[in-house]
């Protein structure tokens, strides 16, 4: 058994904070009462979680863990492992590996290996065959196999009537589609903002007018349809004022925005090169600010990484050449807690909805909280615990976050009643 004392607990299932003992046996919360009677046996573990949080274990919708195909990137053990580090204990793993999540065979394979790590390991498949926009996969078949999802993810579907049909499955189906949204009819080089940092490296980027043009799409397919749509890693500010404008024409739509396109601008890349060049690429404060007030006013419903590990090598490339994309799975929470919490934009509670409550809601995942009987995933952190970043256990290195000071540093995480990370200074 383990016991959890003196637990700060906030559950945003019910938008509670209560400070209360808790024991934990099979998998499950079997007792949470203020003052618990501790009867422990030497077997037992005792954590004294003084001054921490206490909080459902955070759900990540958005990861590429390489696997199978790019595994000198990462792997679904070491992308396991990163989640565990960063307090999540369920994933949903991205379709375009090589070979792509496109069929029941690579579907089953990753589902397998997931069930080998310590969290939930869950994947979306493909929205179309090889990820080529032409050819819808049998939706239905994957579904039937595990299937969380779909998405493209990495590549925009630029076919509308594919986009409809995919939509009206996703709606019989009920399941959510997530969109890559970029048009690369409006794109130069992709990974850079086309603006003023652009222009300054004498490189014309990728335009606001790419993200706004497909979300406007699809935002209005999805209202017609009735499908749960997700936009991806949102990072323009039109685009958050059309998502609340779908949601208030009754459109079942989801946003997810990053860590780092709310704690980032473009100039970013000025300072880091190609650690801060990704798809979407970071914009202007402008654009970072309504990402803020779309987490705080509910356009925007969902924090995710879009963990994105590449090679040194690969990084090291120029500009225009190096592989878009960041690692992110080791530094969300402190992130969200540095920017968001300790700003005063968002409560924790608030953060807990963006971080697990709400990616549960987007993919049909049985959420209880805390509470009684519910499964035992929790995420225990210092909130005003100061660290630097770096040390990953990921494969890969590829942060503009590495060394800088952020606050909220994750202690344990416990999955299926079982200790998945420990923070080596408890």
């Known amino acids: 058994m383990i016991w959890i004392r003196n637990a700060h607990v906030i559950d945003p299932s019910d938008k509670t904070e209560k400070n209360v003992d808790i024991c934990i046996h099979d998998g499950k919360i079997t007792a949470m009462e203020e003052h618990l009677d501790f009867t422990f046996s030497k077997e037992d573990i005792v954590i004294d979680a003084s001054g921490y949080v206490v909080a459902p274990g955070l759900i990540d919708v958005h990861v590429h863990f390489r696997d199978p195909g790019l595994t000198y990137k990462e792997d679904i053990q070491t992308g396991a492992r990163a989640a565990a580090k960063g307090g999540f204990t369920t994933v949903v793993c991205m379709a375009n590996t090589k070979p792509p999540i496109d069929n029941v065979e690579t579907l089953r394979y990753v589902l397998k290996e997931g069930e080998k790590t310590g969290i939930r390991v869950l994947s979306a498949a493909a929205v179309s065959k090889g990820l080529l926009g032409a050819e819808l996969t049998d939706m239905e078949e994957l579904k039937a196999n595990g299937a969380a999802g779909f998405t493209d993810d990495g590549i925009p579907l630029l076919d509308a009537s594919l986009v409809k049909n995919a939509m009206d499955m996703a709606a019989k189906l009920n399941l959510p589609l997530s969109f890559h949204e970029e048009d690369p009819a409006f794109i130069v080089n992709n990974g850079i903002n086309h603006g003023m940092v652009s222009e300054q490296l004498g490189i014309y980027g990728s335009p606001a ?179 630097i970043a770096g040390e990953y256990v990921s494969k890969s290195s590829n942060s503009p976050f590495t060394g800088e000071s952020l606050y909220g540093r994750v202690k344990y995480t416990i999955c299926k009643g079982k200790i998945v990370y420990q923070d080596e200074k408890d």
Not at 232 to 242: E, F, G, P, T, Y
Not at 275 to 297: C, F, S, Y
Not at 314 to 339: D, Q, R, Y
């Open 209 to 387: 007018l790419a993200e706004d043009s497909l979300v406007a799409r699809d935002l209005m397919i999805a209202l017609h349809t009735k499908a749960p749509v997700n936009i991806q890693h949102i990072s323009s500010k039109n685009s958050v004022k059309m998502v609340k404008l779908a949601k208030e024409l009754g459109a079942e739509v989801y946003a997810e925005v990053t860590p780092h396109h709310f704690a980032l601008t473009e100039e970013a890349v000025l300072k880091h090169g190609t650690l801060a060049k990704m798809n979407p690429p970071l914009r202007t404060e402008e654009d970072r600010q309504a990402l803020i007030m779309g987490l705080k006013d509910g356009s925007i419903d969902i924090i995710a990484t879009d963990h994105a590990p590449h090679s040194t090598e690969e990084k090291a490339k120029g500009l225009k050449e190096a592989p878009s994309g960041i690692i992110g799975l080791e530094t969300a929470l402190s992130l969200a807690v540095t920017n968001l919490v300790r700003t005063g934009h968002l409560t924790m509670t608030e953060l807990m909805e963006k971080m697990s409550l709400n990616p549960a809601k987007l993919y049909r995942l049985p959420f209880q909280g805390i509470q009684k009987d519910s499964p035992a995933d929790l995420v225990i952190f210092n909130p005003d615990e100061e660290w």
